[in-house]
């Protein structure tokens, strides 16, 4: 009992911490959820070749149930790009559903390679504002249907989401910031979505075996960690409206590279 009410409130504080991020910075909570995902599964001594895919399957399902309200919002605000979405949100409903099927062949340390690399080049991407130059405000089909496809299988292996590198194409290609971070946000529930439904598909044999997971998702952390990030989004994108951001920002990017580090460092253990 003890122990369970120490996790429950460290859940809390993650959830709390993951919502006030995500929306002062306009990111998905993937990018925090995924290495506190792997340390705590490490703290409750699951086992070692499990514990990355369980963090992304319990992440992609904690998002799964914090994006549609904010995605909900930018479409009511007018800020969705519809031609855009007719085109890929299947796409996007596919491949990342795929992705999470490739990923259950995985070996565990190559997961968590590619996990911590892709946190790396995320918090880079942070960091020094990556993105190129606005293009054409034409959009190609084609290349939009394999970026998106392409977005969508890394996300769905990673757990991390796919703003952070939505947003920027999207500028490229000639959307406005607010139409390319709301239609960033309903794109991603469509990964989100399809890749909670491969969780509960694609399982390994020893996650059958450990109590509080449902598939490959562990539900004390979609429950707690979704239900407060839904609500401390919300205070971090006020927030966000009013306050420099940074230095916040570079400093959340070293702690996920910090975090990336701490994987890498847990996989060659």
Do not use: W
Request: glycine share 8%; aromatic share 14%; no cysteine.
């Amino acid at each position: 009992m003890h122990v369970m009410i120490e996790l429950t409130i460290a859940l809390l504080f993650l959830g709390i911490f993951a919502g006030l991020l995500s929306g002062f910075f306009g990111i998905g909570s993937g990018i925090i959820l995924v290495p506190a995902y792997i340390f705590l599964f490490e703290f409750l001594n699951f086992p070692k070749e499990i514990i990355p895919f369980l963090a992304t399957g319990t992440s992609m399902t904690t998002m799964a149930l914090v994006i549609p309200n904010a995605a909900r919002t930018h479409y009511k605000n007018g800020n969705v790009d519809t031609d855009v979405l007719r085109i890929v949100f299947l796409v996007g409903l596919l491949f990342a559903f795929l992705g999470r099927y490739i990923s259950f062949f995985f070996e565990s340390t190559t997961l968590q390679i590619i996990i911590a690399v892709s946190l790396t080049l995320a918090a880079l991407q942070l960091i020094f504002d990556i993105s190129p130059k606005q293009a054409s405000k034409e959009i190609n089909k084609v290349e939009l249907i394999l970026v998106i496809a392409a977005i969508a299988s890394l996300t769905s292996i990673v757990g991390i989401g796919g703003g952070i590198l939505m947003i920027p194409y999207f500028k490229f290609r000639g959307l406005s910031m607010h139409k390319a971070i709301g239609t960033s946000s309903v794109m991603g529930f469509s990964f989100a979505l399809s890749s909670s439904i491969a969780v509960f598909l694609f399982v390994p044999e020893a996650a059958k075996e450990l109590d509080y997971l449902i598939g490959a998702a562990f539900y004390p952390a979609i429950l707690i960690v979704g239900l407060s990030s839904i609500y401390f989004a919300r205070v971090g994108a006020n927030l966000s409206s009013n306050t420099q951001g940074d230095i916040l920002k570079k400093a959340f990017a070293i702690l996920v590279i910090l975090a990336a580090f701490r994987v890498f460092y847990s996989t060659f253990l």
